[in-house]
T-cell receptor, first 110, second 112 residues
């Protein structure tokens, strides 16, 4: 484990479902991130939270909704997703310049 | 916008060989560069963080160099092992923001 824990590890959901991804860190980091990794593409930043305030929303569709209740927890709420949203979703945290990533949630939308 | 390129996209070497992975970036105004390793279907593991004031950073068999003026970094792996097989990603931070720009990675296979 890296210190950043993501659950679930795998998720299969239908296009009409609502689900949530969870990320947790107890490293004392003050920033948390959601990244999307699709095949053959660089990691794409989705959202950034600094001290639980959202500082970046990288033009992400509204069917993805982040929530950061405190500096240690980050959620990504999903609803009415499309098959092209199938990807590996990675959570990361940072303090100053060092980043720590979780193991990711492999999401499949059917 | 910063663009990060990694060459080659894939590399296959016999065990024991030394190898070099390349990373280039378009905006040289960076304050650090980070190399990560990713195993299939897994998250990223940080390997080395090299500050803009440094030219090299070493960890075991890994050595990363940084040449800001030319927009390049290399990751040198000595005496490669099958366990080194993974995708290697380099990333640079966005100036004035909490974000990393990633390359598409080099997929390394070390053949026993």
């Amino acid at each position: 484990e890296t210190g950043v824990t993501q659950t679930p590890r795998h998720l299969v959901m239908g296009m009409t479902n609502k689900k949530s991804l969870k990320c947790e860190q107890h490293l004392g980091h003050n920033a948390m991130y959601w990244y999307k990794q699709s095949a053959k593409k660089p990691l794409e930043l989705m959202f950034v939270y600094n001290f639980k305030e959202q500082t970046e929303n990288n033009s992400v569709p509204s069917r993805f909704s982040p929530e950061c209740p405190n500096s240690s927890h980050l959620f990504l709420h999903l609803h009415t997703l499309q098959p092209e949203d199938s990807a590996l979703y990675l959570c990361a945290s940072s303090l100053n310049y060092g980043y720590t990533f979780g193991s990711g949630t492999r999401l499949t939308v059917v | 916008k910063q663009e990060v390129t990694q060459i080659p996209a894939a590399l296959s070497v016999p065990e024991g060989e030394n190898l070099v992975l390349n990373c280039s970036f378009t905006d040289s105004a960076i304050y650090n560069l980070q190399w990560f390793r990713q195993d299939p279907g897994k998250g990223l593991t940080s390997l080395l963080l090299i500050q803009s004031s440094q030219r090299e950073q070493t960890s075991g068999r890994l050595n990363a160099s940084l040449d800001k003026s030319s927009g390049r970094s290399t990751l040198y792996i000595a005496a490669s092992q099958p366990g080194d097989s993974a995708t290697y990603l380099c990333a640079v931070p966005q100036t004035g923001a909490n974000n990393l720009f990633f390359g598409t990675g080099t997929r390394l296979t070390v053949i026993p």
